[in-house]
């Protein structure tokens, strides 16, 4: 190799610099993935809303206050979990544990995350979705991350409720109120978690129970989850369906139903497959459910979405 290439070359091997590694900790503080995950169910609840698209101004400016919003909830809740998260392998690389944020740094964050989504909602939508954002803020942070999370099996159910949140303040930021295709969709998103979040705590069962955290799939049998997850599938499925007589009057008809009912059946199957998979005991696969039900709920708000422009 010449000198010429190798001078060449090195850049490309030079480690990132102290800046973009300190950058990057800070964004892995917000949990990037459940962000995106989150602001799939705001644009269908804002175009539900406006029945068509919403100004460019307000979409844009509900989904930075959003994105802000889910930021500043999970780099709190990042900070309240550091002594759990040091003992679950899959959490061992967060920036609280390796150390590459401090704690004082990482709270100072989440509350200039916290002021910013608040007063960027509040300026550029409505106040009403501005409370919203703060209400999901603290009942994830504080009664989330360190009452429910801890000390009960039913967890997952109360974390729902901050899970769900994106639905009702993408509605909010258009109409300044709620109605009942807020609630719908609200509801939708609310029991799709609980299948779609045992599914993940099930193969990391050992994780959590070297945490001591009492998540169903640890407390309960894998029988007794899977039943559990086949039972919130069809409540899923069965909320999704009243979208169309409730929100029939802001354009949702079978060009939403169909697809509900086509990709309800495949989360509903699915969900009975790791339950006889279960029964028959050796390996439950319970992933397959969760990539499953990440397809199904970004589809069908792709079909509301759809359903509600043409």
Known sequence: MTALSTRRADPERRPPSALRLRIGAYVALTKPRIIELLLVTTVPAMMLAARGWPSLSLLLSTLVGGTLAAGAANVF????????????????????????????????????????????????????????????IFYYAVLYTMVFKRHTRRSTEFGGVPGAAPVLIGWAAVTGSLDWPAVVVFGVVFCWQMPHFWALAMRFKDDYARADVPMLPVVASALSVGRQSVFWAWLTVAVSLLLWPVAAGYGIGLGYTIPAVLLGGWFVVESHRLLARIKRGGETKPMQLFHVSISYLALLMVAIVVDAIV
Do not use: E, H, W
């Not at 900070?79 to 704690?103: C, E, H, N, S």
């Open 77 to 136: 809740n990042c900070y309240f979990d550091r002594d759990i998260d040091r003992l679950m392998q899959r959490t061992q690389k967060r920036p609280l544990v390796t150390g590459a944020v401090t704690p004082r740094a990482a709270l100072i964050f989440g509350f200039v995350l916290t002021v910013s989504s608040v007063v960027l909602l509040a300026l550029t939508t409505t106040l009403l979705a501005a409370s919203l954002a703060a209400a999901a």
